[in-house]
């Protein structure tokens, strides 16, 4: 800005340039609570966060950690869904799988990194599901634990 001169943005908003954040926004929990269900088809867990995207084209960058599952005596399968809806393209074992049966190991974490593209401005509720594969006990998360959902929006 030239000497003299003022810059006035108060009557405006700066757009920011494509690849640039706009926002975070993040559930964190450092001492996570056993979550646990028999349910076969997919229930809601504690892990979520909504993000109000400011631009309707915007991309959701996603991060999922929970520092550890339990498969307990069955099979877990994790999700992360919009709304409640499954994010397009993914499957049953787009956030996690684990098995205490099978010779896998019972403890293990679920890490994953996803993208959303947003169409509106809209609340986007980020969730994370989990069910049991055959009706046996599964936790999503477990006791003295750790768990994160962070949320970034990329402008395009």
């Not at 049966?101 to 403890?107: N, S, T």
Request: hydrophobic share 30%.
């Amino acid at each position: 800005i030239p000497s003299g001169q003022t810059l006035d943005a108060s009557g405006a908003t700066l757009v920011p340039s494509a690849g640039q954040v706009v926002q975070c926004v993040q559930f964190y929990d450092a001492n996570t609570a056993k979550e646990e269900s028999t349910s076969q088809v997919f229930v809601g867990s504690n892990i979520r966060k909504t993000i109000t995207p400011t631009y309707s084209n915007s991309l959701i960058i996603t991060q999922l950690t929970i520092s550890m599952a339990d498969s307990v005596s069955d099979r877990i399968k994790a999700k992360l869904r919009v709304n409640g809806v499954d994010m397009p393209g993914t499957d049953q074992y787009h956030a996690g799988y684990q098995a205490a049966m099978d010779g896998y190991g019972r403890y293990t974490p679920l890490v994953n990194q996803s993208q959303y593209t947003c169409t509106s401005t809209t609340p986007l509720e980020f969730r994370v599901y989990y069910r049991s594969s055959t009706g046996g006990a599964v936790r999503i998360t477990h006791t003295d634990t750790s768990s994160g959902l962070t949320l970034w929006e990329i402008a395009q």
